[in-house]
């Protein structure tokens, strides 16, 4: 579909008259209408191309117009456009069935939501109902959804505005090695002082009064942190010398973005929860879950499960879903995740040898984040935590975006997170363009 520029204008001036746009000053805004995508890309009002290097909010596994996955939504709503989720249909058995065998094997039933910040609503729900607890452990560094109890939940800034918060939400702070006041000698030692540093907290804290750890399997927005060796073995092994029950979010990290189907399996852990969305639909239609281990399964046999929503299992969200997971199988997405993850991990190390603003890069699979600083020495990050008066993170992703690399910044990091589909030539493409952008970065410092 084509748009004369008067008329994306006009959308544009709508959008800011009538939407409010989240995460946003409204009066500042300049929405950039899209109208159309296709693989890796999408196209603006005036046709102008972009590389979707963060797969919109790494969402986008599978990338823009999948026709098997617009089928299946559009055969699913003409066949069953809704069910209430007392009723059991096709697709909602189907997918629960197929999540649960692709699942660790320690899992036993899905209780589905709408998207990520609901899954961990009721994850919390679900942890204090099984142990009888009321305290939920999580760290700083960390977001979990901004809907009132995942703003809890969640550690970094996006969470001020629910505070006073609900008591019982306690912080801890990540195994940040890149940021860490203490030069640890290697990943076992950092993880093994992270660990003594949150069990320490959690006797303080009351051992029979923590229902949960929440942590993302790897941070996600806020910096992309991978866990040093032996850390969430460590997890596992705290909550179960206390009762208490771990819970690992994967809206992100889920469904082949880090080269397996979930990030758990990279580490060797069973978690007692997992939380997911984003790419067990890729956006497509909204759909999430809580995945829960056999014996919390069994456990609400006689127990009342009191959670619901009405649109928990919706229909068109199953179908999307039972047609995305087929479409990894059949493209091998989660391999290929895994193999052009060596090649981006490759071309972030150059970006990080040659340019003097970029303090470290993280990546696993095609999942990554560029951190950037004003001395590589001193590690000063480009921006403090929290503050960015001069908006030069929103300077940076403009930049990036007047090349075409679309984007989006937290704190100093850059999030590079592109489609599972991407071939090893449009990574080298697009990367060039940071590339681009970078030098100029390091003039500005």
């Given at each position: 579909m084509e748009y004369e520029l008067t008329t994306v204008k006009e959308i544009s001036e709508m959008s800011k008259k009538y939407n409010l746009h989240s995460?946003?000053?409204?009066?500042?805004?300049?929405?950039?209408?899209?109208?159309?995508?296709?693989?890796?890309?999408?196209?603006?009002?005036?046709?102008?191309?972009?590389?979707?290097?963060?797969?919109?909010?790494?969402?986008?596994?599978?990338?823009?117009?999948?026709?098997?996955?617009?089928?299946?939504?559009?055969?699913?709503?003409?066949?069953?456009?809704?069910?209430?989720?007392?009723?059991a249909i096709d697709v909602r058995s189907q997918l629960a069935k197929m999540i649960v065998e692709l699942a660790p094997a320690n899992m036993g039933k899905v209780f589905f939501t709408l998207g990520g910040a609901d899954a961990n609503e009721n994850a919390i729900k679900i942890a204090k109902m099984v142990t009888g607890r009321s305290k939920i452990f999580s760290r700083y560094r960390s977001y979990h959804g901004s809907t009132y109890g995942a703003a809890n939940l969640t550690g970094e800034p996006r969470r001020y505005t629910c505070e006073p918060g609900i008591p019982g939400f306690v912080k801890f702070f990540d195994p940040y090695i890149y940021r860490s006041p203490v030069p640890f000698a290697s990943e076992e030692v950092a993880a093994k002082y992270y660990l003594g540093q949150l069990r320490e907290q959690i006797i303080y804290e009351g051992r029979e009064s923590v229902a949960a750890i929440f942590l993302e399997t790897i941070t996600g927005s806020n910096g992309v942190i991978i866990p040093p060796r032996g850390y969430l073995k460590g997890i596992?092994?705290?909550?179960?010398?206390?009762?208490?029950?771990?819970?690992?979010?994967?809206?992100?990290?889920?469904?082949?973005?880090?080269?397996?189907?979930?990030?758990?399996?990279?580490?060797?852990?069973?978690?007692?929860?997992?939380?997911?969305?984003?790419?067990?639909?890729?956006?497509?239609?909204?759909?999430?879950?809580?995945?829960?281990?056999?014996?919390?399964?069994?456990?609400?046999?006689?127990?009342?499960?009191?959670?619901?929503?009405?649109?928990?299992?919706?229909?068109?969200?199953?179908?999307?879903?039972?047609?995305?997971?087929?479409?990894?199988?059949?493209?091998?997405?989660?391999?290929?995740?895994?193999?052009?993850?060596?090649?981006?991990?490759?071309?972030?190390?150059?970006?990080?040898?040659?340019?003097?603003?970029?303090?470290?890069?993280?990546?696993?699979?095609?999942?990554?984040?560029?951190?950037?600083?004003?001395?590589?020495?001193t590690k000063e990050p480009l921006v403090e935590y929290g503050l960015d008066p001069d908006k030069i993170m929103k300077k940076i992703i403009g930049m990036l975006d007047a090349r075409?690399?679309?984007?989006?910044?937290?704190?100093?990091?850059?999030?590079?997170?592109?489609?599972?589909?991407?071939?090893?030539?449009?990574?080298?493409?697009?990367?060039?363009?940071?590339?681009?952008?970078?030098?100029?970065?390091?003039?500005l410092i």
């Open positions: 995460w946003s000053a409204q009066g500042l805004l300049k929405p950039k209408v899209m109208i159309g995508g296709e693989g890796i890309y999408f196209w603006d009002g005036e046709g102008k191309r972009y590389y979707d290097m963060s797969s919109q909010l790494v969402n986008l596994n599978i990338g823009h117009g999948n026709k098997k996955v617009i089928k299946a939504i559009q055969e699913q709503a003409e066949r069953l456009a809704y069910s209430s989720p007392s009723f596992r092994d705290i909550c179960d010398e206390f009762g208490i029950l771990m819970v690992c979010d994967e809206v992100m990290t889920g469904w082949g973005r880090t080269g397996e189907w979930f990030a758990v399996n990279h580490f060797d852990v069973l978690p007692d929860m997992i939380t997911f969305a984003k790419g067990i639909t890729c956006g497509y239609a909204p759909i999430g879950g809580v995945l829960v281990s056999k014996g919390i399964a069994s456990y609400f046999d006689d127990h009342f499960l009191s959670c619901g929503l009405t649109y928990s299992a919706h229909p068109l969200g199953c179908a999307a879903g039972i047609a995305t997971i087929e479409y990894y199988k059949e493209m091998g997405l989660i391999g290929q995740a895994k193999e052009r993850g060596g090649t981006l991990g490759k071309l972030l190390e150059a970006l990080k040898e040659k340019h003097a603003c970029v303090g470290d890069v993280r990546y696993i699979g095609l999942f990554s984040a560029i951190e950037l600083v004003k001395n590589k020495v075409g690399f679309y984007t989006y910044s937290h704190e100093n990091s850059l999030m590079v997170a592109p489609p599972l589909i991407i071939t090893d030539q449009e990574l080298e493409a697009a990367l060039a363009i940071m590339d681009e952008v970078l030098s100029d970065v390091d003039k």
